[in-house]
């Protein structure tokens, strides 16, 4: 991948960081009472969907799109746990913050979204190398 596409998923992966430190640690005085969303609840859902993202920005900014796949799945298992240490992070901080609490199931929800999410990383590796071998023919 070029150099500007992988500044640019850099860039989007500091402000995609950014935006989940705030949704994790900010004291929001009031939300919205919103017991589920499509049958789960609305709090994990919304871990599942905010933890989304950090697979493919974090492929798509340090790893090389490679035909290998034993390389492509160890940079995808290495970004994994990446992701679930900053998940399991925020969760114990959480619970020595006043206004928050640290909860299992989010960690959960965010550990099913960054795994189901890695899948599809791995996808769109092969995605990238199928096209990229169609460009040069």
């Known amino acids: 991948m070029k150099k500007g596409w992988r500044i640019f998923f850099g860039f989007l992966l500091l402000v995609y960081l950014a935006a989940v430190m705030y949704l994790c640690f900010y004291k929001f005085q009031s939300l919205p009472h919103i017991r589920k ?16 993202p950090f697979p493919f920005l974090m492929y798509l900014t340090f790893s090389p799109i490679t035909r290998h796949f034993p390389k492509a799945l160890l ?6 746990g990446i992701g679930c240490a900053i998940a399991a992070g925020t969760e114990v901080i959480q619970t020595h913050l006043k206004y928050r609490t640290g909860d299992l199931m989010d960690f959960k929800a965010d550990s099913m979204a960054l795994a189901i999410s890695s899948v599809f990383t791995l996808i769109l590796n092969y995605i990238l190398v199928s096209f990229k071998a169609r460009k040069k023919r």
């Open 37 to 52: 969303i499509w049958g789960f609840p609305a709090d994990k859902f919304v871990h599942f969907v905010m933890f989304m």
């Open 75 to 80: 940079h995808i298992l290495i970004i994994f």
